[in-house]
């Protein structure tokens, strides 16, 4: 590896930072806004979903009973035979109330899908937040640390040229966290 930089425009390392500075600014608010979406997705199946469908299940429970004793009172009385009608509110009850439960079934499965699918991903989504909220900040300054150099050693050139051709600055290895990661904010 060289010890050295071949630094040929300082614009191009400050178009560098600012192009950072944009990223991280975009970045930072779009992991949030996932995370989010994530948690309220889970608040949704857990709360709102489910108190629906349970509820849900208990208004349909209360038809059936409805229609079966209406069928059974109609059978018992000697003066009207029990309906095709009376017969047909019974299924379609009992079909309403197997419907709920099955959308209480799913969305129980689904309750567990989403915590072991996502909380992978959530892990890895907050690190990268981690690694963008405190390590890129120090990059961006490390840059801003170069430019201001190559700046000074470009100042004594006449007429205020900033192209420095083939200015040799020192680059330094990052020396590494114990995550296995760079420390530092130095370019990787």
Do not use: C
């Amino acid at each position: 590896m060289a010890d050295r930089a071949q630094v040929t425009s300082v614009e191009a390392i400050e178009s560098f930072r600012s192009s950072l500075i944009l990223f991280l600014s975009k970045a930072r608010p779009t992991l949030e806004e996932v995370s989010s979406d994530v948690l309220r997705t889970r608040l949704w199946l857990q709360n709102d979903q489910r108190a629906r469908w349970e509820n849900e299940f208990k208004l349909r429970s209360r038809a059936l009973e409805r229609a079966q004793a209406e069928l059974f009172g109609s059978r018992l009385s000697k003066i009207q035979t029990a309906s095709a009608a009376q017969q047909m509110a019974v299924i379609r009850a009992r079909r309403a109330v197997r419907e709920a439960e099955a959308k209480l079934r799913v969305l129980r499965k689904w309750d567990r899908e989403l915590e072991n699918r996502s909380e992978p991903l959530l892990k890895q989504v907050d690190n990268l937040h981690g690694f963008l909220s405190s390590q890129m900040p120090r990059a961006v300054a490390y840059l801003a640390q170069v430019v201001q150099t190559l700046e000074a050693y470009t100042g004594a050139a006449p007429g205020g040229v900033r192209e420095a051709a083939a200015v040799p600055v020192p680059v330094e290895a990052p020396a590494e966290d114990e995550s296995g990661g760079a420390k530092g904010g130095g370019p990787a």
